[in-house]
């Protein structure tokens, strides 16, 4: 797999793998999860920390990586589901945290739904470990 820096061109790939990954980006009852929204956001900060995995020319794979000077965070890890299970996913989190370090990250911090036992078994192996914290949210816009 090429794992590179997401391109404008990538948009209607990226939609199209997110839809099928997150089922909660097609529910238009949702527009918090409006994924040209997330596209633009994280091409307005940071864009050279979204990156694509490309097998065959072909995006099968997304990861969207932050960090603000103290923290890490990592977003929107998306794997086509007929190419998982190839090890994408997790080459795409290693590339996501090299990017990071060099960035002089110290710790990285990702959110998992507690309903994604699938997930948080994928991280777990990967040497992620649950936080003895509260995650707390508060929406400052309605969209």
């Known amino acids: 797999m090429k794992i590179r820096v997401f391109d404008a061109r990538d948009t209607g790939t990226v939609i199209a793998l997110w839809r099928e990954a997150f089922p909660e ?3 238009a009852s949702r527009p918090q999860r ?9 091409l307005a900060t940071q864009p050279d920390l979204f990156f694509v995995g490309e097998v065959d020319s072909r995006v099968i794979g997304t990861i969207m990586a932050g960090y603000d000077g103290h923290r890490g965070w990592l977003y929107s890890l998306a794997v086509a589901e007929d190419m998982r299970r190839h090890g994408y996913g997790r080459a795409l989190v ?3 945290e090299s990017e990071l370090a060099i960035r002089g990250c110290p710790k990285v911090n990702l959110q998992i739904l507690t309903s994604k036992s699938g997930v948080q078994a994928f991280y777990a192996k990967l040497g992620y470990r ?5 995650s707390f949210g ?3 816009q309605s969209a």
């Open 25 to 27: 980006y097609a529910d």
């Open 34 to 42: 409006d994924p040209r929204l997330s596209i633009a956001n994280k």
């Open 94 to 96: 290693q590339h996501a």
């Open 130 to 134: 649950a936080d003895e914290v509260v």
């Open 138 to 140: 508060k929406r400052l």
